[in-house]
């Protein structure tokens, strides 16, 4: 199974350029909580998460119409390409710890996104020699890693909004 077969193809995003204000909004009315951050040509150089907005809000003392995408979110993002197996996804999942994550076609330029939501509800059950695309065992593993408590004393590793390194494509 391929990523371009379970990613949401409809995504909005937005520029590093764009205020919090704004992207809270778009948020909002696109009922999601996390935005890929694009260039001019749609290349995905970022993430913003609706946590990332919250934490910038709660500890700065500024509006957040005065605040920037670009300040809250790093320049580079995790990202995976359509023609990937969705195994491939998973895996970048579980090594950041993360639910989502931007897909773009072979130039970069963003085409969807593929979240854990959108990996549970086409997961099935193996059952004897039947392997499915995506599997429950998949799925719990995966969600098994991004959930897992870090002992203490020891920093858990960022989110994608957070400053995690670009993957590859």
């Known amino acids: 199974m391929k990523v371009r077969d379970v990613m949401t193809k409809t995504v909005a995003s937005c520029h590093r350029e764009t205020n919090l204000a704004a992207a809270g909004a778009l948020m909002w009315d696109t009922d999601c909580g ?7 040509r749609r290349k995905v150089t970022g993430v913003l998460t609706d946590r990332d907005v919250c934490i910038a809000l709660t500890t700065s003392d500024r509006r957040p119409s005065a605040m920037t995408v670009g300040e809250v979110s790093p320049q580079r993002a995790l990202v995976c390409g359509q023609d990937n197996d969705i195994h491939e996804a998973l895996k970048i999942m579980q090594k950041n710890r993360i639910h989502r994550v931007p897909v773009v076609n072979k130039m970069g330029t963003l085409e969807g996104i593929v979240s854990m939501n959108d990996i549970v509800l086409r997961a099935e059950k193996a059952t004897g020699r039947k392997h499915p695309g995506v599997s429950y065992d998949d799925v719990v593993l995966t ?3 991004i959930c897992a408590h870090t002992p203490t004393g020891k920093q858990a590793p960022a989110s994608i909004g957070a400053g995690r390194a670009a993957g590859a494509a």
């Open 34 to 40: 996390v935005l890929p951050v694009v260039d001019e």
């Open 143 to 145: 969600l098994q890693v």
